[in-house]
Every structure is written in C-alpha cells, then in structure tokens.
C-alpha cells in the first residue's frame, strides 16, 4: 500500500475503483508532467451519492450533502489519476481543482461545496495538497449529479 493510500485509510477512506466512463473520454491523462482528469462524479459503485440540484426549496440537495459528493468526487479522481501513473505516491502537488455545481441560480455557497474535495487533498497531502480552484454553478450535470469535479496533477517522472 502506498504512502498515500495509508493516508487515505488513516482518514477513513478506500481508494475507489475508477469509475467507468460514461461516454468517448478516458478518466485520465497525462502530458509531461501532469495528470488532467476528466470530470468525476459523485458515484459509489456505479451509482450517484445524491442527484438533483443545490439550493434551498423542498428536494433540493443540502450544502452538507453536496460537500460530501465534493469529496466523493475528488477520491474518483484521485482513483483517475492512479489509473494512469500506478503510485499515487508520485504526485507532487495538486495544481488546479475545478469544481462544478448544479444549483439554482440564486444559490451562491459554491466555495463550501468544494471545500469537500479542497480538504481532502490537502488532508491527505499537505502543502502539496494545497491548489489553485474554481468553482462554478452550472444548471445542470451528467446523469443530474449535484457536483463535478476534475483535478490537474504534477507527478514525478
């Protein structure tokens, strides 16, 4: 077991699998030195955390619950970028974290949201797990998944 899945564990997560596509792309990867991931989903053995939008009306997804999707996403990421470099004990720093909700328009605690995965990796890396970030309010996502998240990583050759 790596160093960082250790880590991983020591705060109560398994490495996932990495999600299958759910069209023509690959879940990751890498030029150079860095590992670009494509979006990843909130998903658990093929299925969503949560679905719908974030906001404040009866059935909307709760900041707490879309923070967790957040982390969720950032560990299928995590799993992405293993899928192509084989260590995760090879990364160097995670670079740039972008986030996307699906919100309401009136709903503006993106940050909170994406503090889910933004934590995460800083948990699990440290200074090396600090980054730069966006995150944005979108209308709407794939299979209606309340967060998206994709991730650039540098990694040792």
């Known amino acids: 077991m790596s160093v960082v899945e250790a880590r991983l564990a020591e705060l109560g997560h398994t ?32 299925k969503l955390l949560a679905a719908g939008l974030v906001g404040s009306a009866d059935g909307d997804v709760d900041v707490d619950t879309a923070r967790a999707c957040a982390e969720r996403s950032g560990l299928n990421a995590l799993a992405a970028v293993k899928s192509v470099i084989g260590d995760l004990d090879r990364v160097v720093r995670i670079v740039k974290v972008t986030g996307f909700i699906a919100c309401r328009p009136d709903f503006t ?42 991730i650039i990583v540098e990694v040792r050759a």
């Open 15 to 46: 490495l996932p699998e990495v999600p299958a596509p759910i069209a023509a792309y690959v879940p990751a990867t890498q030029t150079g030195t860095l590992v670009f991931t494509s979006g990843q989903l909130p998903t658990v053995d093929g």
């Open 109 to 150: 605690n993106h940050s909170a949201i994406m503090n889910g995965a933004s934590e995460l990796f800083g948990a699990v890396f440290g200074d090396a797990g600090k980054h730069a970030r966006s995150s944005v309010g979108m209308s709407a996502l794939p299979l209606g998944a309340p967060v998206e998240v994709e």
